[in-house]
């Protein structure tokens, strides 16, 4: 992650990602970083498409989409973190599930 600092205005962004990287940034869903565009007093706007929506569908969009780097972050990180978040919710689900069937068979 890379600081840049702007009076008292600091942000961070990931310097490593890389053209063809599969990012998540701030609109919905997984996008292809196609271009990166240098600023001289503020971070890289990154230019994406995206190739995935939010679920992990396939994307036939074409729309090249902008983002200041700030708010991008590697997919594989994001993915991570709903994968995690996405067993949990299961685990709740499947005891929910077991406590229901236990009162339905004790009825």
């Known amino acids: 992650m890379k600081e840049f600092k702007s009076g008292?205005?600091?942000?961070?962004?990931?310097d490593e990602l890389k053209l063809g990287?599969?990012?998540t940034a701030y609109h919905q869903g997984y996008h292809e970083l196609v271009k990166i565009e240098l600023?001289?007093?503020?971070?890289p706007l990154f230019h994406y498409v995206m190739r995935f929506d939010s679920n992990g569908r396939p994307s036939k969009a074409k729309r090249v989409r902008t983002c200041d780097a700030a708010y991008c972050r590697s997919a594989l990180t994001n993915l991570e973190k709903e994968i995690e978040k996405r067993e949990e919710?299961?685990?709740?689900?499947n005891g929910l599930r077991n406590n229901l069937l236990?009162?339905?068979n004790k009825v």
């Open 8 to 14: 008292s205005y600091v942000t961070f962004w990931d």
């Open 21 to 23: 990287d599969l990012i």
């Open 39 to 43: 600023r001289r007093s503020n971070t």
């Open 89 to 93: 919710e299961v685990l709740k689900l």
């Open 102 to 104: 236990e009162l339905k």
